[in-house]
């Protein structure tokens, strides 16, 4: 009786050792549940077709992410919300993304053009906008853990002015939207024009709305010799691409930004408005992300595409290596993309790299290539 006695106290503290090791060792719900990553994009309105482009690019990056075991074993969930290309909705995203879906990182869309949710941007969470001018997010003042992975605005806008110069141009038009990163932009063209001996004849900063058609009559008037557009509402646009050869002639040569990149491939606008455009770009991301992604959605990675599925592998290794001061990590470590190789992020937030990204191109015969 006594040996039966002992041997059910032996069974008893197995039993309980046994289920106090799985109670210690079993992973928490916390463990286990999927890192939402929130997604706050353009997908109505003016700027809907670039924000299409970023969530395929992000939609890529996370099947991959997620495919190969997720972060840590943890799978990445995707939330989306609508930013309607306003500054009003995209704040109202980013706050229901933090305070409803209790997301840690977020992805924004035109963080530059549409501001106001760097701002609203909650302690210890992380913002990365793969579309945005860093100059125009954090220029004024800097944000903690607000980031771009987009091109820098001071090299494209000189490279522009540079090509002109070179090409023989000593009088330039600028029309571009009135907004936060175009008027960064443009300054920096007037800076690089001083530089390279352009004159500025006219500058027409313009709100939608503005009626296009007088706006090229007063270009006209001056007799520029380039004309740099960059507009991103759509009545403006179209009525520049479809009365602009015909208002201003063939004398007046056009340079635009990486828009013309997008737009001319677009199936509702007609190619021949931009033959002859001369634009800057980025140069093609690295191959092996070029093909996959035009496998899947059969059409090339252009604008933020390849820019925002670094974005998604860049949160990722922030997640995995979940830092104490993630400020301070995010400008100390090193990432690679498949935009511009290694990587790092500067003072203000934007991308440092040695390897020259951007070039000028030009539509000829109906399609995009490179130039010197």
């Known amino acids: 009786m006594a040996q039966n006695k002992v041997i059910l106290w032996v069974v008893v503290v197995l039993i309980v050792l046994v289920g106090g090791y799985f109670l210690i060792t079993a992973p928490t ?128 806008s000189e490279l522009a002015i540079k090509h002109m110069a070179n090409s023989g141009a000593k009088k330039l038009y600028i029309i571009a939207q009135n907004d936060s990163y175009y008027t960064t932009a443009v300054s920096y063209m007037e800076e690089a024009a001083k530089k390279y001996g352009i004159e500025i004849v006219g500058k027409d900063m313009l709100n939608p709305g503005t009626d296009i058609q007088s706006i090229l009559v007063k270009v006209a008037d001056k007799k520029p010799d380039v004309v740099f557009v960059a507009l991103y509402d759509e009545k403006e646009n179209v009525g520049f691409l479809k009365k602009g050869k015909i208002l201003l002639g063939s004398k007046i040569v056009v340079y635009g930004d990486e828009f013309v990149q997008q737009n001319y491939t677009r199936t509702d606008y007609n190619k021949d ?44 290794k922030a997640v995995k290596d979940n830092p104490s001061d993630l400020d301070l990590y995010m400008r100390k470590t090193k990432f690679d993309t498949v935009s511009y190789g290694t990587v790092t992020f500067d003072t203000i937030g934007g991308i440092t790299t040695l390897e020259n990204y951007f070039v000028m191109k030009q539509i000829k015969n109906g399609v995009s290539v490179d130039i010197k």
């Open 273 to 316: 408005w931009f033959e002859g455009f001369y634009f800057y770009g980025p140069k093609i991301p690295n191959i092996k992300f070029f093909n996959k992604y035009k496998s899947v959605y059969n059409v090339d990675p252009v604008f933020g595409a390849s820019t925002a599925y670094d974005s998604v592998y860049i949160i990722a």
């Open 29 to 156: 719900e916390e463990e286990t549940s999927p890192i939402k990553i929130g997604a706050a994009f353009p997908l109505t309105g003016d700027a809907s077709i670039w924000g299409e482009v970023a969530l395929n690019g992000i939609k890529l990056a996370v099947q991959e992410i997620n495919d190969e075991g997720g972060i840590n074993n943890r799978k990445i969930e995707l939330i989306m919300e609508d930013t309607r290309s306003t500054s009003k909705d995209s704040v109202s995203a980013v706050s229901k993304l933090q305070n409803i879906d209790k997301v840690k990182s977020i992805l924004v869309g035109w963080l530059d053009v549409y501001q106001g949710a760097e701002s609203v941007l909650k302690p210890n969470t992380l913002m990365i906008s793969p579309d945005a001018g860093i100059e125009a997010v954090n220029g004024v003042k800097i944000h903690p853990n607000v980031f771009s992975t987009w091109y820098r605005t001071q090299p494209k």
